[in-house]
């Protein structure tokens, strides 16, 4: 029955209009997920903001003037005013006496850290909440919530879709986004907006490996290679929208509406996207499957489903004996069950890592190269997408292991290339940033296809699971990278990067090819094929 099935999606696959409508389900969510990942660099933009004095402000003196007579020291960069501190003084005589007057009558005072701030406008997260100065790690919080999110989400709905299904996984994770995502627009604690960025990240993941998966067992041959590098071509299209969109709308609250509000269209996915037939076949649902298939093409009808029944009651026997929270925890252990399995798992989670938090320092570190926020979003969505255009053709003729092993390492050189650019020179960190970005988002698409080959149907959405968390971890640790580490030098953050990326790259030299190879359903059948040598090395 599964050699039929790969028949019968070889025919799905040479099917333009029906593929290119199942492309455009999939790929849809991508465009949200990359919306909400980049949406941080536009709520936590930070105005000019110095210390509130509230006599003066009632009294009515301008901005300028509290800062003139308050401010022990002007601490501003490119025409930005950043002050943390003010002098300590008896502020209702200077309002009764005036401007003038105090400013000829100043005495020697010690400073204090402000009680209140003032700002120059209110649009964004930073305002609300009072994230600069000792508070400025609560602001990368922001960003690692939903990054801790997508940690989560991978490591349970890789789990879920495994053992529940595809569609089960994308229709959950689908709800959780249309809840959290709105919802976050309206929220005035800073510990429950946290909560939703949570929620969202979680969504963002579970949606983006359920659509993969769906689509990779969906199709084959150069159908799927194509298509699942045409997929994460959303992610460009989702951060060209957002810079255009952060452009006109700046108050953060209406801005997050706007985002968030066309997450219901997914409710149109969640009634048409098929199950995976494969998986339905790796539970013994043949009759499923098949009922799934023929609606895709007609010549599936009348296929044999004779030994369906005794499948299922072997199946369910062993379903009773485990219990669906073994199942589920095996979905996990079954990838460390053999030690090629274990290195496989072990080198991929690496290169979700490496490949996470290059991605996330170059996405949000903008500001440590002088670049404008909304030109630098919009180039990196550019640059995005012209990589994954360019991963279509190399891979149709490379092989998955030597484009990853060799964008690895070319993006490592690049990040390790600006420590010898002065920072002044602004344009040109611009773009050997983003020439390393083409390269690392070029990753991002060629690794998920090649993950995805290296293991079976059974445990196949854990392992892209397991390397879209461990990718996570990498998105959680670069906020704090950019903020902390890359406010006391800002070539560290590229450093880090490029360090790990070359020895990832050596890592991927011992792991199989799979270019050509048809996808394993069980474990049984990838014992015999894609082994973890020291000899492929030497093979590409």
Known sequence: MADDLDKYIDSYSRQRWQVFVLLLMVSTPGIFNAIQISSYVFLVDKPSYWCDVPDLKLAGWSDQTIINISTPHQNYSSDKIEECSYYDRNYSIFAKNGYNWSMNNLETANSKPCQYYEYSNRESVVTEWDLVCDNVAKKSNIQAALAFGKFFGGLLFGSISDVYGRKFAFNLSAFIYMLS??????????????IAR????????????????ILTELTSGKTRTLLCLLMNMSYPIGYVLLSIIAYYV?????????????????????????????????????KQALIIMAK???TVVGANTDNDDQDNVQIKKTKKCNGKCMEFLSAYTLLFSTSDLTAKTVISSFCGLSCGLSYYVIALNGDNITANRYVYVALNGVVEGVSYAFTVPLLLYVGRKKAVSSFFFISGILQLILLAIPREKAYILLCVTL?????????FSIIILFVSELYPTTIRNTGIGMS???????????????????????YIPSTVCGIFGIFVSSMVLVLPETKKAVLSNTLEDIKNTNSIKFSNCFKF
Request: net charge positive; with cysteine; aromatic share 16%.
């Open 181 to 194: 995502g709105p919802s976050a627009a309206f929220i005035d604690s800073y510990v429950l907006f946290l």
């Open 198 to 213: 949570f929620l969202i990240g979680v969504a963002g993941s579970g949606i983006y490996e359920s659509s993969y998966t």
């Open 250 to 286: 700046r108050p953060w609250r209406i801005l997050l509406l706007v985002l968030s509000l066309p997450i219901f269209g997914l409710l149109i996915q969640c009634w048409f996207l098929p199950e995976s037939p494969k998986w339905l076949i790796s539970q013994g649902r043949k």
């Open 296 to 298: 895709l093409v007609p």
């Open 435 to 443: 020439i390393a970005k083409f390269f690392v988002s070029a990753l």
């Open 468 to 490: 879209l968390t461990f990718s996570q971890i990498g998105s959680i640790i670069a906020p704090y990278i950019v903020e902390l580490l890359g406010g006391k030098a800002w």
